[in-house]
């Protein structure tokens, strides 16, 4: 079995390869190439939560283990950790594990671009990230290797200023400008509602990416009636995400919310028109983390990885 660690997933996949393989990963989902056993959460509140999330496709089964403890960094932690075990689906071998915040990161970023670039405006002007943490940086360098200008905003100011720096992104000179950013990523631990009712615009795009759990919200729930919603997958985003506020207010249903692999397919419509305000509620899918370990053991070859045997 392989180990790969953060740096070597990070060094094995790229921004733009995670995106495109984040994109397969999609497409061979909607068309039920790919399955998602439901996500599992165990509860460790109030500190946080432990997920088990499996998949199967491209030849292979995974597993990742991974939390979301949010007080973490205070204490120096990272808010996002474990482990991705990855099998040979034809005889169950192991063949690898990797760092989950790694791959995590970088599907995540993966992701929320690819909602963007396929629910935005098309030539859309700058995007904002608000919340610069781990995920969020890694939504930021995805965007800078597309080639976009990038406006960081976060509570904490030095963090902002030192993601921008590592990234080549800009800091946003207030919040009301990141917020106004044609295409705007928000990773927030989802303790405040970032975009309250009535704050979108015609034409704006919001991939909603930090309310990925019971009792994290990042839009209020009447803004999220008046615009047209995407999630990644409706079963995991309508009991975890921000759609289960609104599914439990009953103002949004099955039918008003769109998967973002069932537009990428071409059997369901994205944006419609310039004026269309899109918003896209990710709770994180296992097909995704699916989609970088394989592209991790790609390009395995070319790193001095650490090999276990076991069994
Ligand atoms: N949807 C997904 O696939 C997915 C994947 C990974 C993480 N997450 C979730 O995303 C969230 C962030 O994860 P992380 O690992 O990046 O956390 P992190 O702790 O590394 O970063 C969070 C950042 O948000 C900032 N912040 C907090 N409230 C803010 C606000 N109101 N406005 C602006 N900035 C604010 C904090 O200062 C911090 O820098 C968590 O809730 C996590 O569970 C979702």
């Known amino acids: 079995m392989i180990f790969f660690s953060g740096e070597h997933v990070r060094e094995a996949v790229s921004p733009e390869r995670a995106l495109a393989a984040v994109r397969d990963a999609f497409v061979s989902y909607a068309r039920g190439e790919w399955t998602m056993p439901p996500k599992v959460y165990v509860p460790a509140y109030p500190a946080g939560d432990f997920r088990a999330m499996p998949a199967l496709g491209g030849g292979h089964a995974l597993l990742k283990w991974v939390t979301s403890f949010p007080g973490n960094p205070a204490h120096g932690l990272p808010t996002v950790t474990g482990l991705v075990l990855l099998s040979d689906a034809t005889n169950g071998t192991l063949k690898a594990a990797l760092d989950a915040g790694a791959v995590t990161a ?68 207030s919040p009301d400008e990141a917020l106004a950013a044609d295409a705007v990523v928000t990773v927030t631990p989802g303790r405040e509602v970032v975009f309250g009712e ?27 009636a008046r615009v047209r919603v995407f999630c990644d997958d409706w079963e995991q985003a309508s009991h975890n ?40 509620d990710s709770t994180g899918l296992a097909i995704q983390d699916l989609a970088i370990a394989l592209a991790a053991l790609e390009g395995a070859d070319e790193l001095d990885l650490a090999t276990v045997d076991i069994g």
């Open 106 to 173: 970088l599907r995540t970023g993966a992701a929320a671009v690819l909602a963007a670039e396929t629910l935005g405006r098309q030539n859309g002007g700058a995007a904002a990230v608000i919340g610069a943490g781990v995920n969020g940086q890694a939504a930021a360098r995805t965007f800078v290797a597309r080639g976009r200008r990038v406006l960081l905003y976060d509570l904490d100011a030095n963090r902002a200023r030192d993601v921008a720096e590592r990234v080549g992104a800009e800091v946003a000179e």
């Open 241 to 280: 995400g921000d759609l289960a506020h609104a599914v439990e207010a009953g103002t949004v249903t099955r039918d008003d919310v769109v998967q973002l692999g069932d537009v990428l397919v071409d059997t369901a419509k994205g944006r419609q028109s310039d004026d269309d305000i899109t918003v896209f």
């Open 198 to 224: 009535g704050s979108l615009r015609p034409g704006q795009h919001v991939s909603l990416m930090g309310a990925d759990g019971p009792g994290k919200q990042e839009i209020a729930v009447g803004e999220l």
